[in-house]
């Protein structure tokens, strides 16, 4: 009897064993396929920012001096800067609704457009600085969101300050532009780094937590998408905000 016991606890132990190395595996295989759209999103933006610098693109998104020198956006040029904005609108009211194919159409969308705004960068920083910037956002990113990661921590008590703070940000971003204060574009700068520091960090731990909880009614391939956009868009945004202090301008 004793030993049907034993017997018994250790068959429920060996199975939850499995079970656990199952969740495993497949959260592993879940971040995988997460940090891959994110990163395929980066390539497609750089490339696509290259192209609109260095190709006969610049002249249908930029004014052009005689002597070749780009000067800013045209009106084009700002209407595919904001584009993305109001994509992400949209997909906010209709993301529930949309298939895991349109989400990923979305996406590659979304990252090409965004790939046009982050143009702007490259035309006024030098490639040097820009190159350099993003690997230290990139070591930057890939430590805070292994912390998120692997941490024991409960980081959701940070996620209304954080989110408080994004607010703060853009309040501050639209009144310095009316405003056009050098210190508190610095002070907005500086805020952004550590906002979105504590993103990345916190939104790995959401992610792992919501492939936890089960996915719904979505796919795992919608959750995927939607949760490689909101790691690419804390990406791109710390790598901005440190362009503020690393980069050089031409």
């Not at 190709?55 to 584009?83: E, H, K």
């Not at 209709?94 to 996406?107: I, L, N, P, V, W």
């Not at 610095?186 to 996915?215: C, H, N, P, W």
Request: net charge positive; proline share 1%; glycine share 10%.
């Amino acid at each position: 009897m004793v030993d049907d016991i034993r017997q018994a606890h250790l068959s429920r132990s060996k199975a939850g064993t499995r079970a656990e190395a199952q969740v495993d595996a497949g959260l592993r295989s879940f971040m995988l396929s997460v940090y891959n759209y994110m990163a395929s999103g980066l390539l497609l933006s750089g490339l696509v920012a290259l192209a609109v610098v260095h190709t006969s693109m610049a002249g249908i998104f930029y004014q052009i001096t005689p002597d070749g020198q780009l000067i800013g956006l045209n009106g084009l040029g700002m209407i595919a800067v904001f584009a993305p904005l109001a994509l992400l609108f949209l997909v906010m009211f209709a993301g529930q609704r949309m298939s895991a194919t349109a989400t990923q159409a979305f996406y590659w969308a979304f990252v090409a457009l965004q790939g046009i705004s982050l143009s702007t960068l490259l035309v006024m920083y030098t490639g040097e600085s820009v190159v350099r910037v993003f690997f230290i956002t990139a070591a930057a990113f890939a430590s805070l969101s292994l912390y998120g990661y692997t941490t024991k921590r409960d980081l959701s008590a940070f996620g209304k300050f954080l989110f408080m703070g994004l607010i703060g940000i853009l309040i501050a971003g639209v009144v310095n532009i009316f405003v056009g204060s050098s210190m508190l574009m610095f002070v907005i700068s500086a805020a952004g780094v550590l906002v979105f520091s504590g993103l990345i960090a916190y939104d790995t731990q959401a992610i792992k937590e919501r492939y936890y909880a089960g996915m719904g009614h979505e796919s795992e391939t919608k959750l995927a998408v939607f949760s490689a956009l909101g790691l690419y868009l804390n990406f791109i945004n710390l790598m901005q905000f440190l362009m503020m202090f690393l980069g050089d301008r031409r």
